[in-house]
């Protein structure tokens, strides 16, 4: 089992940057594909990006590709998630997701671990 925390959450304005990371205790972090998804009020929770454990492969949503870039430390065991030219769009709760399948499988299925979440508001 994984347990997920998440930090870097904030209050930024249209075209700003934010930075979340993602802090995942258990020694077989790097054995999970990760991710992150978020949840706007009132939407369903959707997909955002995902890597692969190793960290050569990732997706991401259309709506977040060529703004948005996951990475992962696993001597760190972390992921991140860099967010450019932020949107008000885009304001939402984002949750850490971690998986032992493939970040393909996450993509489509959903992970099994989640984060708590922390709150992106972007101010138009």
């Known amino acids: 089992q994984v347990q997920l925390v998440e930090s870097g959450g904030g209050l930024v304005q249209a075209g700003g940057s934010l930075r979340l990371s993602c802090a995942a205790s258990?020694?077989?972090?790097?054995?999970?594909?990760m991710g992150w998804f978020r949840q706007a009020p009132g939407k369903e929770r959707e997909f955002v990006a995902a890597?692969?454990?190793?960290?050569?492969?990732?997706y991401y949503a259309d709506s977040v590709k060529g703004r948005f870039t996951i990475s992962r430390d696993n001597a760190k065991n972390t992921v991140y998630l860099q967010m450019d030219s932020l949107k008000p769009e885009d304001t939402a709760v984002y949750y850490c997701?971690?998986?032992?399948?493939?970040?393909?499988?996450?993509?489509?299925?959903?992970?099994?671990?989640w984060g708590q979440g922390t709150q992106v508001t972007v101010s138009s």
């Open positions: 997701a971690a998986d032992p399948n493939t970040a393909q499988a996450m993509r489509t299925i959903g992970p099994n671990y």
């Open positions: 258990g020694r077989t972090f790097r054995a999970y594909a």
């Open positions: 890597i692969s454990w190793s960290g050569a492969v990732t």
